[in-house]
């Protein structure tokens, strides 16, 4: 009976659904300097997405980007993470949302994440004379520091740090002078670890190069007639 009806009292509206893929896991942790992509997957038409950070549940948050999303799918955006982002907790979160319904369209990461201080070793590359240091010769470890790290360790290893030797251990000064060690394996090469001395999930490696020995002439002197 097309008689028989009636009619919602109030308009309303059917808006689109935004979920956050990445970051997710509570053990995530992300380093300063670098470049990660968040995402995460619309559903229905939202046109610009706004994706934020924050450490306090978003009572302040900070602005990330502005994405067009012309359809529903999945969609990312590749952040450089700043230097002002580290933090020694782990409560960093990420939201997305619809910038036409900012409380009604949104979503955030499932768990708080890492973000740490970085490192960009500049010395050993691992292409400089080869990648071949020689025994005793004092050569320089250098580095740049991403955020504020005052204490690091530098270590040594042939077999990617399974096992390990201390080179330095002291304040982050930018470089180091390292009397190289007669640590020659045939065939191995060898990486340099810098690593910040009060958070060991902190380190970066450097390119892998090789100690070769060192030989000295005693004989003849060059004085002899």
């Not at 808006?15 to 470049?35: C, E």
């Not at 910038?99 to 708080?112: E, F, I, Q």
């Not at 070793?121 to 004092?138: D, F, H, K």
């Not at 930018?174 to 380190?203: A, C, L």
Request: charged share 15%.
């Amino acid at each position: 009976d097309s008689g028989v009806y009636d009619t919602s009292n109030n308009d309303f509206r059917i808006m689109g659904k935004i979920m956050v893929i990445q970051p997710s896991a509570p053990s995530t942790v992300w380093y300063a300097g670098s470049t990660y992509p968040i995402s995460w997957t619309n559903t229905g038409t939202i046109p610009t997405v706004r994706v934020e950070y924050s450490e306090d549940n978003f009572s302040t948050p900070i602005f990330i980007a502005d994405v067009s999303c012309p359809t529903s799918g999945t969609w990312s955006f590749d952040w450089p993470i700043p230097a002002g982002a580290i933090r020694s907790h782990s409560n960093w979160e990420v939201r997305a949302y619809d910038t036409r319904y900012s409380t009604a369209t949104t979503d955030k990461s499932d768990n708080g994440f890492k973000i740490r201080g970085n490192f960009v070793i500049s010395e050993p590359l691992g292409g400089r004379a080869s990648g071949i240091w020689t025994v005793n010769e004092t050569m320089p470890i250098t580095w740049t520091t991403i955020g504020t790290i005052n204490n690091i360790r530098i270590l040594y290893s042939k077999n990617e740090f399974v096992t390990s030797y201390e080179a330095y251990a002291g304040a982050n000064t930018g470089s180091f002078n390292w009397p190289v060690q007669d640590f020659i394996t045939v065939g191995q090469s060898v990486k340099v670890r810098i690593i910040d001395s009060t958070d060991t999930t902190v380190y970066r490696d450097s390119a892998a190069f090789k100690i070769r020995g060192n030989l000295s002439i005693s004989q003849p002197a060059g004085l002899e007639v």
